[in-house]
């Protein structure tokens, strides 16, 4: 059984797609081939839905610190949420990708951000919809102005300074999120230097799907977060700020508000080795 407050299955979905109060945003995205994901979404995707792209619309430019997916500017998402008729606090935004929260996460962390709780990610993704077989369309949404007040939750995110500066303390638990080659530094596919950040215990993100991008149940999320439920602060980082995402989400279904992203993640931090 999934947290509906954060998850929301595709039968759900198929009987809310013409509700006026519910956006939904396709975020399939590539790191590999980053015009995959547009390609994808003017080919197929859920009826109704609109595309935001993580390189496009939930970053800013890649500059020579901040890692490689800077925090867009909160002003700017805003006017993009809102044309694609976003409202806050009222609207549901649901939002789904192929890649087992990867890119979706990224928006849901993003709205929460910006001070906007109603979002929802759709269980299983694109794949789990297709396998459906729920309506499917290459028409692109109608446009529809909304009213996006951004206000911003700074108490989110950590920056390289925070990182450095809590890390060591003992309530408080910095999480890498990249899987556990990278993290001992067997493998570096992206960045110029492998490793981890000292002090950093490994979380890999997939693990809070299963194979085909279902959530795990969220007993399964609270066991797997067991022993930090009282850490005071947990930084959570993975390469760019992009995938730690998901495990934020599987702080909140675990029931653990504690969580904070460190936004430039490990693209950052060896920017300054």
Known sequence: MTD?????SPQWLSEHLDDPQIVIVDCRFSLADTELGPLQYQTSHIQGSHYLDLNDDLSSPVGKHGGRHPLPNPVELAKKLAAIGINSQETLVVAYDDSRFAFASRLWWLLRYLGHDKVALLDGGWKSWLSAGYPVTDALAMPKQGKFLPEVRSHFVVDIDTVK???????VVLVD???SDRYRGEREPIDPIAGHIPSAVNYPWQD????VSRVLPVTEQKRRWSGLEN????????????TACVNLLSLEMAGIHTGKLYAGSWSDWCSYS
């Open 231 to 242: 850490a005071q602060e947990i930084m959570v980082y993975c390469g760019s700020g992009v």
């Open 177 to 179: 999120s990249r899987e």
């Open 4 to 8: 509906y407050r954060l998850v929301v």
């Open 165 to 171: 500066d809590r890390k060591d303390l003992p309530e």
């Open 208 to 211: 809070v799907t299963d194979e």
